[in-house]
């Protein structure tokens, strides 16, 4: 195996003209990998990080020489390799003296609630950026930080700059542009038509899975790699970027990389939300209700292994195919992709945040099934739900110490001990939350579906849960 830090570019050669909010694992895992993959054929593009959050991996970064390796496995494969594409990171307490001058090409991954936004809708949840807009030359939200990076390129008479979202949110660039417009609207009036003329906000669909790191990953990390790495990440072989040909000048030869630059991405997105997000959250509400930890042991079990090819059904009836994709297949490597052992997904990092993951990835399906008048069909969306249901607001830790949070855990906890006796007054409540979709709770025969699995889950064992799970699928499957 060639030693990881033995890199065929010359890292402190690359021009910075790249940058990423957010470097988390998944960045370090995905988007970096490319600009890796770039620098290896030639591309001198370096990247510069901003980090706005904890944790600040700054000092370990520069303490590495600006290096770190990615173990990519499954169980046929092992592969580590260094990355060293990302030239300068910034935490919170540097990044106003981050240099912006030369940057032509921006990727965020944020999370959800980092566009401060109110769920389900595109517009700016003011009060989440109120300290931003009393001092917007010294923000702390990445949306105020993103308008100050412009309002200051645009005083210097800056080039045109494209901003690319990263976050599993729908329409995620267009979410950014709608968020910063309306930041810009309160905070830098003038900037708003000059945003229209320089700025791009392509959308795009990023696609690896990442865990967050274990005290074994990170031993096989480094048992791979000879020594100690304190911010190397450990994900699955596969890895996928599309984006919407929607640039500024100076666009990255991303292509080069093997990323598929596409006019139309809506498919694209929907096939993985639905599919294999879908999937993953499935099996974060119904995997935990069974006792699993991560999505490896909940996806082996062959109870919940059945019930995938019917939950893919049902999604996949709701989808357009992609140009050069096979929707079926998808479902079965998303499947696969999951059992990967050497991968183990926490189920409550999966389940964080289901108020903004689950409408996307299981209620707009639904909703859709439903409008067709086609409700019995929306069965397997109807079982998620109701785990959900019984599972929202359960923050206790894992074996590895991981806790699940979400906006909605007090509202849900609160509506289980309400409700504890009662499945439909239950089901009722969670499905006429604001963040779902009104045709769920509209829809009697979908209501009563999700009515019917919290009061079938709920009087059962775990174990009991997951045969329940396997006899809805095989009776489908016979159907």
């Given amino acids: 195996m060639t030693a990881p830090f033995s890199l065929p570019y010359a890292p402190d050669l690359l021009k910075v003209t790249a940058a990423h909010i957010g470097v988390g694992a998944f960045h370090r895992a995905h988007q970096q990998v490319y600009f890796d993959d770039l620098a290896r054929h030639g591309v001198q593009i370096g990247v510069m990080g901003v980090n706005l959050t904890p944790p600040d991996i700054s000092g370990a970064h520069g303490a590495q020489g600006g290096r770190y390796a990615v173990l990519a496995e499954d169980a046929a494969h092992s592969e580590c390799h260094g990355v060293g594409t990302l030239r300068h990171l910034y935490d919170a307490s540097q990044a106003a003296t981050a240099p912006w001058d030369d940057i032509s090409f921006v990727t965020l991954t944020i999370t959800e609630k980092g566009y401060c936004h109110h769920p389900g809708t595109r517009d700016l949840d003011l009060d989440r950026v109120a300290a931003d807009l009393a001092t917007p030359d010294r923000p702390r939200t ?16 800056g080039a045109p700059i494209t901003l690319a979202s990263c976050d599993n949110v729908p329409q995620n660039g267009q979410l950014l542009k709608s968020v910063l417009q309306h930041y810009a609207r309160h905070a830098f009036p003038q900037l708003l038509p000059w945003m229209e003329s320089h700025v791009r906000f392509p959308v795009s669909m990023v696609d690896r899975i990442v865990p967050a790191m274990t005290a ?34 100076g666009r990255p030869p991303l292509e080069r990389a093997g990323v598929q630059i596409v006019r139309d991405i809506t498919p694209y997105v929907r096939m993985k939300y639905r599919l294999l997000n879908g999937l993953q959250s499935a099996y974060a509400e119904l995997g935990r209700l069974c006792g699993f930890v ?16 019917v939950f893919h059904a049902s999604q996949a009836a709701t989808l357009e195919c992609p140009a050069g994709e096979d929707l079926a297949a998808y479902g079965r490597t ?3 992709r999951l059992q990967n052992p050497r991968i183990h997904h926490p189920l409550n990092q999966i389940a964080s945040d289901a108020s903004l993951k689950l409408p996307q990835r299981i209620a707009e399906p639904a909703e859709t099934l439903i409008a067709r008048g086609d409700a019995a ?13 019984l599972n929202g607001g359960n923050t206790a830790p894992d074996a590895e110490g991981f806790c699940m ?59 009991a849960r997951a045969a329940l799970i396997g006899e809805c699928a095989r009776e489908n499957m016979h159907a």
């Fill in 334 to 336: 998303s499947l696969e």
């Fill in 294 to 309: 991560s999505s490896y042991d909940a996806s082996t079990q062959p109870d919940l292994a059945a019930w995938a090819t």
């Fill in 142 to 157: 990445a949306i105020g930080y993103l308008a100050w990076m412009l309002e200051r390129r645009r005083r210097s008479g």
């Fill in 216 to 249: 074994e990953a990170r031993d096989r990390l480094e048992t791979a790699l000879g020594h100690k790495d304190a911010i190397g990440v450990v994900a699955e072989p596969f890895r996928q970027w599309v984006i919407e040909d929607n640039f500024a000048v």
């Fill in 377 to 389: 069909r929306a069965a397997p969306q109807a079982m998620v739900l109701a785990a959900w249901a």
């Fill in 405 to 463: 949070s979400d906006p909605l855990a007090q509202k849900m906890a609160a509506y289980r001990t309400q409700f504890d006796a009662d499945a439909a007054e239950l089901a009722g409540a969670v499905l006429s939350l604001p963040v779902l979709p009104q045709a769920l709770a509209a829809s009697d025969e979908f209501r009563g579906l999700v009515e019917q699995w919290i009061s079938r889950f709920g009087k059962a064992e775990p174990k």
